[in-house]
């Protein structure tokens, strides 16, 4: 008989084992081929995500002041791609370009003067690219053309009703626009008979696309701006827009230059991560060498950190699943083995070797799972975008491998304790304990000392590039080794319970506990795997907490309150600013510009921004904070002088911490003592400024305050309502948490994580069931024959759950912990400050043992539902398919 025919025979006889080998190795070969494409093109698609995030920030732009006509504006476009770099250039999206005149100052109205000194009224003449299709006329008519008028050419322009408005234009009034000044030009002697430009409004408009960025860039065409509350004078000022073919007429008519701005748009989705340094370096070659800058270099710059954080995070994934689709292979592998025990054991009775036996079932598994392998890779590949490289394809070929491997192992090992090889010494396999060996039990020793030390290997690492195996295989290791402590002790804990139980009426609850303590050796397997999927569903969880912290404290360190309002036009009485709608705590400073406070270190005057702060009131405005931000714990220091603490915002070159001030402000006098620089200070200015107490320097402080830290339920609106500001000057730390929950690197790290638990629950599920499957036959006999002495159908199901019940809950109590606390101390390992989007200072790891208790509950009610569909499909097998007529029991 061929080789062929005896393996078609045994597969055809042992079909079902067969067919769960195959379905096993296949779908381990899926998630190894699918699940890296998957990550990685998460990850690459968070590049993308990134880009298109960062909006008009990440355009290319210029700004000059030209005499131009409109091919030669569009030459500017061409000559930016020309120039670019290969991998730059495929990121360059449409370009557009407009103009605006400069000549913006006094205007007259049909003869009358607009500017009475009280409101005055300016406005701004843009000329778009593309006019027609940024604007839709709602009343009257688009610009036309020019015409002379009084000695002034006229220019057509249109408005939307708010500009309008606030301009106090209508439909067909004509401003005359006085021309600006030439600074070092004598005004000729005939100034008044110059000719002067005007523009004619014909037309009331409305945004074709309100999110069209020209909106943006024409900050005052679509909405007026008001001037600011309380500002003397306060102004108002509108843009009109025309045509682009009127441009030309109205630079002739002011005799001027122009302001042109270029934008090129980035196309986020040609974004890719293997080009990033080139793009980078591209675009400062750009901006170092031409008049063309993109926002897109400091978009870019804190990636790598946050690609490199995500990638050390989602490592434990994959090697998460590689470890489940391990144990579900040699659990499937373990259930072929038994059902081909016995002719195994028959062909080596009638003297087959063992080492042709093992040539035949390596062969009988590469039959069964290379194919399955194959095609459920080649699917995978097929069906999932990405790119897994390396890993994805030894990921792939490991289940056949290790079935293949582990086949003639398994096999061999379950025929010489098969009845045929050695009669009698299995009549009960189902009940009898399983006594280890002094060799299993060093060997179980031996790996729990291995994954102690990976812990405390995981611990000491440092984050690094990309995914660290040593950090990605201590989770499994740890689960593996727990689950050898539990297999191990749960049998001394059950047997504690057996006293109490002989001593009871009911027979199955001491028959439950008897058959969960004498487990089987592969009984191990899903218990190891339910600890796999808590591991990863708590190992997440920790991950989330620890980033949820450092984003919180991120936003008390950006905005140092629940709302800051920075404004010098503020007015309202302290009053007023003590009782803010929805406030719990309110602190002021004022910012003192251009001062010269002296340093004692060096005798040397620093050009710098002061702001005063209330610090003690500052204090509770930051009560609600986990941890007081950073600034603030700064000036809480105490100094080596005894001075009052005082930060930096910024760097000047005669200034460092430890050297000791002397501010002066007004009559005031104090010294102060520089303890640390921060790169941002919530209330500071834009330059270089000295954060101080304001206690020392009381005195000198103004009657209004100009910048603002409020606590409590409060809104920007709200704020800027009771101080009378506008309410672009108030930010808010719901803003900044907003902007950091929209972080797309750490949005797909959690959403890996969510898929990964899911995924793992349902592998540690089959794998209870597979454990369940093995040893079948002779649980089925063993429950029959107790069914012939009065065991009911629902007595008998009790017992099949007994089998993992006792233990899958222990596993997942266990479980949290031992997940929870890997995380916590791996958690050094993973570069979490990038991951939360905060690329400097600490993000201590952070427990969250309600959801981790909440997602361990919710993975073993999937396994457990498992485990009861099982029992009820085994309740239906009869008695007549298992015990014999005349059998002895």
Known sequence: MSVWTLLRRSLLTHRRAAVVLALVVAVGAALGAGAPRWIDERLD??????????????????????????????????????????????????????VHSTARYFVTQNGAVVDDGLRPRRLDVRFPDELTEKVRVVEGSPPSGVTEQEGSSVVDVVATRPVAEALELQIGDVVTVERRPV????????????????????????????????????????????????????????????GPELMQPWIAATGESVDAEWHVAIEAAAADASELDAVTSQLRRLSSATMWSSGLTDVLAGYPAKRSAAEGVVGFGIVSLAALCLALTLLAVRYLAERRADEIALARTRGAGRGALARLLALDAAVVAVPAAGLAAVAAVATVAGDGGTLSVLLAAAPAAVATVALPLAGLRAASRSPIASPGSAARADTAAVRPTPRRLVAEAAAVVVAGLALWLAGTRRPDAGADPVVSLTPILLAAATGLVIFRVVPYLLAAVLPMLRRGDAATPFLAVTRAARAPAHAVLPVIALLVAIGVATFGGTVQASVEQARQAASWNEVTGDAVAESDVIRVDPERIDDIPGADSVATGNVFTAQRPINLENG??????????????????????????????????????????????????????????????????????????????????????????????????????????????????????????????????????????????????????????????????????????????????????????????????????????????????????????????????????????????????????????????????????????????????????????????
């Open 45 to 98: 698609r968070t590049l993308r995500d990134t880009v298109a995030e960062s909006g008009s920030t990440a355009r290319v732009s210029a700004r000059d002041t030209v005499t131009a006509t409109p091919d030669s504006l569009d030459a500017r476009i061409a000559s930016l791609r020309s120039s670019a770099g290969a991998e730059l250039g495929d990121l360059l999206g449409a370009g557009r370009w407009s």
């Open 183 to 242: 600074t070092g030009i004598a005004e000729p002697p005939d100034a008044a008979s110059v000719q002067r430009p005007a523009v004619r409004l014909t037309g009331l408009i409305e945004p074709a696309d309100p999110d069209d960025p020209f909106w943006a860039d024409a900050r005052t065409a679509a909405e007026p701006d008001l001037g600011e509350p309380g500002a003397q004078p306060r102004i108002t000022t509108g843009t009109l827009l025309s």
């Open 604 to 889: 040397r005057a620093a050009g710098v921004d002061i702001l005063a702060v209330d610090v003690a009131a500052w204090d509770d405005v930051v009560a609600a904070s986990p941890e007081r931000p950073e600034v603030l714990e700064a000036m809480r220091r105490s100094t080596d002088s005894g001075a009052p603490a005082a930060v930096l915002k910024g760097s000047i070159d005669v200034v460092g911490a430890g050297d000791r001030l002397d501010v002066t402000l007004g009559d005031s006098t104090t010294t102060v003592e520089v303890v640390e620089t921060f790169q941002d200070v919530p209330g500071a200015t834009s330059g270089t400024t000295l954060v101080v107490p304001m206690a020392p320097v009381a005195e000198a402080m103004p009657p209004w305050p100009s910048v603002v830290y409020v606590s409590g339920d409060v809104t920007a609106a709200g704020v800027a309502r009771a101080l009378e500001i506008e309410p672009g000057v108030v930010s808010t730390r719901a803003d900044a948490l907003t902007s950091l929950y929209g972080d797309s690197v750490l949005n797909a790290v959690l959403t890996v994580f969510q898929v990964v638990t899911a995924v793992s629950a349902v592998l540690a599920a089959a794998a209870a069931v597979l454990g369940l499957a093995i040893g079948e036959r002779a649980r089925l006999h063993g429950l029959s024959v107790l069914r012939t002495l009065g065991l009911t159908t629902r007595q008998s199901a009790a017992l099949t759950a007994a089998e993992v019940v006792p233990v899958s809950v222990v596993a997942a109590l266990a479980g949290i912990g031992v997940g929870t606390g890997t995380g916590l101390v791996i958690a050094g390992a993973l570069d979490l400050p990038a991951l939360s989007g905060a690329l400097t200072g600490d993000a201590p790891a952070v427990a969250n043992l309600p959801q981790a208790a909440g997602t361990a509950a919710a993975v073993l009610g999937v396994v457990l539902l498992a485990v009861l569909g099982a029992v009820v499909a085994v309740r239906r097998a009869g008695l007549g398919a298992t015990v014999q007529a005349g059998e002895s029991t």
